[in-house]
């Protein structure tokens, strides 16, 4: 990741920000995408992955209120980069990693594909309880295998306050 880039992620304060690449590994986080995500602080940076988080921990199917579509979106980003990318060894042990999950395997046998763009994506989060996060995709300049998302919510709504107490 550019330092660049990692400067303006810091800098964001009010709202979740974080840097994927086209694996949906998790390149950095600011301190409110760490909270936003349960059991992320337990897991060393540089092993975040999106889409194993999705399919492979507990707390995800909790913190989604929208699992399923949130969950085909992840495997539709995953699709979108393993045809760009078939030789890529990480990816593909990835893909092999999810199959375990039964959930994963009939999503990736869809074979759809998705880029993100925007959106709203709604939390059950265990501290903050219910959350209401817009969503905002962009490919950096010079970058184009990495997705800043940003998850920006309504100023004075109850989500803003709920992100206050993380």
């Known amino acids: 990741m550019r ?6 992620l810091d800098n964001i304060s009010g709202n979740p920000a974080l840097v994927l690449d086209h694996r949906l590994d998790v390149l950095a986080m600011n301190r ?31 913190l989604y209120v929208e699992w399923p579509a949130t969950a085909r979106e992840n495997v ?23 199959t375990a999950d039964p959930d994963f395997r ?3 046998a869809d074979q759809d594909v998705y880029r993100p763009g925007y959106g709203a994506k709604r939390h059950r989060h265990p501290l903050a ?5 817009g ?15 940003l998850y920006p919510v309504e100023p004075g709504s109850p989500s803003e306050a709920a992100l206050r107490t993380l």
Not at 80 to 96: C, K, M, N, T
Not at 129 to 133: A, F, I, R, V, Y
Not at 137 to 142: H, I, L, M, R, V
Request: avoid cysteine.
């Open 32 to 62: 409110l995408a760490r909270a936003s995500y349960p059991g992320f602080d337990e897991v060393p940076a540089g092993e975040w992955n999106m889409a194993s988080f999705m399919f492979l921990d507990p707390a995800a199917r909790e």
């Open 76 to 98: 539709g980003m995953l699709r979108l980069y393993a045809g760009r990318h078939p030789q890529d060894p990480r990816l593909a042990r990835i893909v092999e990693g999810l």
């Open 106 to 108: 009939r999503v990736w």
């Open 3 to 8: 330092p660049g880039l990692l400067h303006v």
């Open 129 to 133: 309880g219910e959350l209401t996060l």
């Open 135 to 149: 969503f905002e995709a962009f490919t950096p300049s010079g970058a184009p295998e990495q997705t800043l998302g």
